[in-house]
């Protein structure tokens, strides 16, 4: 009994400890947005076989100045918690889309044709998301098309307003991309009711796709799927040679993943030339 009720004050104790954690990072956060300890980096997003750029996804790095690198998989959540996400989420947009339209006049036809922004789902709840998603469009002079707002599926599954702030934003010409697709409750009804336009594969699916597992047959069905619904299928977290090679036997002709490119900052995206290119696998 009595180590029942030990364990149970360290429980709480370690709940209080994450909750101070959480606070305490959100609160160095806010001073974060104001002193340049974000930035964001660029993920390539390439077509296959050749492994040119195609577009890029916008990731979010936050060196602490006592902690050093704290990764968004951390923060993020923290983030969402506290509400703070909707400040951070319109600095991480506005900046992604300067970068688009700095990438377009210093490269032209090169620069990325589309710019990826990950938006959470605590963003599209906010009422006026979509209006601010158009202010910094005209603020920065992007054409919409080239944004895409990537959200869980999760995301849209909310309830709420979430849905039809996605739609106000599709309406505007901006892209919607679905991320992590797979993984969360998700229902292919979803495709129906969500105006998506490109649909990312999740890694987990591709981890384990020449093993000619159930992934394998899962990612074979959404990139069927992927056709017949008009989407883009992109694949995400590719690292293998071989993975981006069995992903284009099936279909696959975007692909993202540390085989092509790790998130780079912007001066790396413009330098990118293709490594490996599935042709020079084959010949
Ligand atoms: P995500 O949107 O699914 O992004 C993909 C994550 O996988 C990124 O991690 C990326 O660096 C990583 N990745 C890409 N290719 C590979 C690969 O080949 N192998 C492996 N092992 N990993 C790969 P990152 O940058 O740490 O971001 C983690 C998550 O944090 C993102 O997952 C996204 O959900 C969230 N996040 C990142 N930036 C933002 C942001 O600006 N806003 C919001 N709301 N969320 C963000
Ligand atoms: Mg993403
Ligand atoms: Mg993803
Ligand atoms: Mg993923």
Redesign the pocket.
């Known amino acids: 009994k009595s180590q029942g009720k030990g364990r149970h004050v360290i429980y709480t104790e370690q709940m209080d400890q994450r909750t101070a954690e959480l606070s305490r990072l959100a609160a160095d956060l806010r001073t974060a947005l104001d002193t340049e300890q974000l930035h964001?980096l660029y993920?390539p997003i390439v077509t296959m076989p050749d492994g040119e750029l195609f577009g890029v996804?916008?990731?979010?790095r936050w060196t602490h100045p006592e902690r050093g690198p704290i990764?968004?998989?951390v923060f993020?959540p923290a983030a969402e918690s506290t509400g703070l996400?909707v400040p951070l989420?319109a600095w991480?947009l506005e900046q992604a889309c300067r970068q688009a339209v700095r990438w377009q006049h210093e490269l032209g036809d090169a620069a990325p044709r589309t710019v990826t922004?990950?938006?959470?789902a605590r963003?599209l709840r906010e009422a006026g998301f979509a209006g601010e998603v158009d202010t910094i469009l005209r603020r920065t002079g992007l054409a919409a098309p080239t944004l895409t707002v990537?959200v869980t599926e999760t995301a849209v599954f909310d309830g709420g307003t979430a849905l039809d702030e996605l739609r106000a934003i599709a309406a505007l010409g901006v892209k919607i991309a679905l991320?992590?697709f797979g993984t969360g409750h998700s229902s292919l009804g979803l495709l129906r009711t969500c105006p998506a336009d490109i649909l990312k594969v999740d890694?987990s699916f591709v981890d384990d796709i020449t093993a000619n597992s159930q992934q394998a047959v899962v990612a074979a069905a959404l990139i069927g799927i992927c056709q017949g619904m008009n989407l883009r299928a992109v694949a995400?977290?590719?690292?293998t040679a071989e993975q981006a090679a069995e992903l284009h036997r099936l279909g696959y002709r975007f692909a993202?993943?540390?085989?092509y490119a790790?998130?780079l900052p912007p001066e790396a995206v413009a330098a990118y030339h293709p490594a490996f290119s599935l042709n020079h696998i084959s010949a």
């Open positions: 964001l993920q996804e916008a990731l979010v990764g968004p998989g993020i996400i989420g991480i922004v990950n938006v959470s963003q990537e991320d992590d890694k995400e977290g590719v690292e993202q993943g540390y085989f790790r998130p």
